[in-house]
T-cell receptor
Framework: GESVGLHLPTLSVQEGDNSIINCAYSNSASDYFIWYKQESGKGPQFIIDIRSNMDKRQGQRVTVLLNKTVKHLSLQIAATQPGDSAVYFCAENVRNQGGKLIFGQGTELSVKP | NAGVMQNPRHLVRRRGQEARLRCSPMKGHSHVYWYRQLPEEGLKFMVYLQKENIIDESGMPKERFSAEFPKEGPSILRIQQVVRGDSAAYFC?????????FGPGTRLLVL
């Protein structure tokens, strides 16, 4: 069925290391993907997005990679900082199904000082 | 430039009461979405509205739940006769074209 899932529920990294958070999606009709960061007690915060006609997009310290062949999405965070500790969600928008986003379960990133 | 605003931030209701959750979208945004999040889970889509119109309510329970986005004023998510299973965080998002920006959420606790 249509779902977005994450490979790992938790990820622990050392401060200064790079982090990679993965996401698998199952709907080949999805054409727009977003990564959100959610800190405890807060709403999801937009990080970066990518359309299906791209395979890579870079922002400030973050890179999103999209592999449509295996329906895989990843978020790379460079030089991870304690302030990056949060739950990260990928979300997909399915073409011709309106604006609703389908969210994965989330990966909790913990940064050790 | 204020972001998406939601109120109240916390709401406690007893079983059988009504809950009203409000959402003011970002300035210039005409699309509003409501999502529900259970503890340690991802967000689940409920409803998508534009001014005075419900575009997609495929994620909304058929009974007790309703949503509106009037011409003037905030969007309202209304839950009648709440039950304990309604306890969750309810998030509103708004967009102008595509990217959805979320509010801080309303945490509903049903006693």
């Amino acid at each position: 069925g249509e779902s977005v899932g994450l490979h790992l529920p938790t990820l622990s990294v050392q401060e200064g290391d790079n982090s990679i958070i993965n996401c698998a999606y199952s709907n080949s009709a999805s054409d727009y993907f977003i990564w959100y960061k959610q800190e405890s007690g807060k709403g999801p915060q937009f990080i970066i997005d990518i359309r299906s006609n791209m395979d890579k997009r870079q922002g400030q310290r973050v890179t999103v990679l999209l592999n449509k062949t295996v329906k895989h999405l990843s978020l790379q965070i460079a030089a991870t900082q304690p302030g990056d500790s949060a739950v990260y969600f990928c979300a997909e928008n399915v073409r011709n199904q309106g604006g609703k986003l389908i969210f994965g379960q989330g990966t909790e990133l913990s940064v050790k000082p | 430039n204020a972001g998406v605003m939601q109120n109240p931030r916390h709401l406690v209701r007893r079983r059988g009461q009504e809950a009203r959750l409000r959402c003011s979208p970002m300035k210039g945004h005409s699309h509003v979405y409501w999502y529900r999040q259970l503890p340690e889970e991802g967000l689940k889509f409920m409803v998508y509205l534009q001014k005075e119109n419900i575009i997609d309510e495929s994620g909304m329970p058929k009974e007790r739940f309703s949503a509106e986005f009037p011409k003037e004023g905030p969007s309202i998510l209304r839950i009648q006769q709440v039950v304990r299973g309604d306890s969750a965080a309810y998030f509103c998002a708004s967009s102008d074209i595509e990217t959805q920006y979320f509010g801080p959420g309303t945490r509903l606790l049903v006693l």
